[in-house]
Each structure stands twice: as structure tokens, then as C-alpha cells.
């Protein structure tokens, strides 16, 4: 068998990054090649040597390539600093999921996750693996929920019973009743806000407001 070149190695990551792991170890340990399969693909980094993957300067020209998600591959020492895990966010804030649990109780590293968490797109919140206290922050909750309404599942019994962070939910997205607290889903005016934006958060409401004429009236017209 011919024996690979760095210039094919580099050619055929080029193409299809995956294919990291199907080199020999030597290009797998080798920047050049590795760079060039991680802009193909991030997800090639996990394929890199480990001294790539604790290299402090390498992570930083990965990112210029490519975005935040990778440090998911770093070693665990990178994935606990808190300047690559706050380069990492920044380029993504998805990458908040991935940075290392040590930093998870780190308020500054949450709030920048949740300030560049605002694509309307967004099915997740950083508010689901940071530590438990922020998830009874209401600050934090709050602006979590103004990004993604769904966000009020992740947060403490306390505030799913918070009656302006429950409107606020529903306010945007009606199905976010589901996570209300039973007191609140029995709630007529939050129900209401609920299902006139969308009919099937009925499913959620308390037995009592199910049956409720302005509730039904309002399924009715829609």
C-alpha cells in the first residue's frame, strides 16, 4: 500500500473531515491536517491526537475555523478554563452545553451563553446543565424565558410558580403552559393568554379552566 503523503492527507480531510480518523496517527497529531478536517467538519476533532486536544494555541486557531461546539473534544483541562470555555461561548452559545461541569456555576459564563442565546430558532437553553441555583435565579430564569419560552421547563418549582415568568412564557409561546405550576394552570387569565395563542395549550390547563366558557370560546373562534 502507497504510503500517504501530507499533502493527501490534507487533501482528502479537505474533502470530508471524518475521514480524520481513518489516518494514521502521525497526521491525526499533525495542525495542519487537523485544521483542515476540523473547518470541513468540527466534529473531526474528536478524532485528533490528545496533545492536540490539550493544546492551548491549537484550540484557538480551531476556532477561527471553525465554531464554539468543539471544545465539546478538548481535553477536560481546556474544557474547565474559563478563557476557552468564554471563547467558546462566544463564537457559540450552544457550546455552553459542552464546556466543562466545573464552570457551570460560573454566573458571567451563563449570562454570556444566555445574551448571544437569541436565534428564535433555538429548541434548547443554557438554563438546562448550568448549576442548580441559577435555575432559581429569577433574573437569569427571566431572561433565559425572553429568549425561549420553553426555557420555563428548566427552571426551579419555585419560579414555574412565578406568575409574571409564567405569563411571560405564555405570552410568546401558549404551549409553554406545560410547565406552569398547577396553581398557575389554574390560572384564568394565563390560560386565556395560553390559548389564544395557541388552542392545544387547553391540554395543559387545569380540569377546571378546560371546561371554562371564556377558555372554550376562545377554541371555538380559532
Partial sequence: MAK??????????????????????????????????????LYSFGFASDRLKDDEKFFSKALKVSRGDLIQFASERIRNDKKYATKAVKSSWTSYNLIGDELKADRELLELALDNNSNIFSNDTPLETCAAIFKSDKEIVKKAIKNWAFALRCASDELRNDRELVMMAVSDIGGALEYASDHLKNDKEIVLKAVSLDPDALEYASAKLKKDKDVLKLIQVS
Fill in 4 to 41: 500517504v503523503t501530507l499533502q493527501a492527507a490534507i487533501k482528502k480531510v479537505k474533502k470530508t473531515g471524518y475521514d480524520l480518523r481513518d489516518l494514521d496517527e502521525t497526521f491525526r497529531d499533525n495542525e495542519e491536517v487537523v485544521l483542515a478536517a476540523i473547518e470541513n467538519d
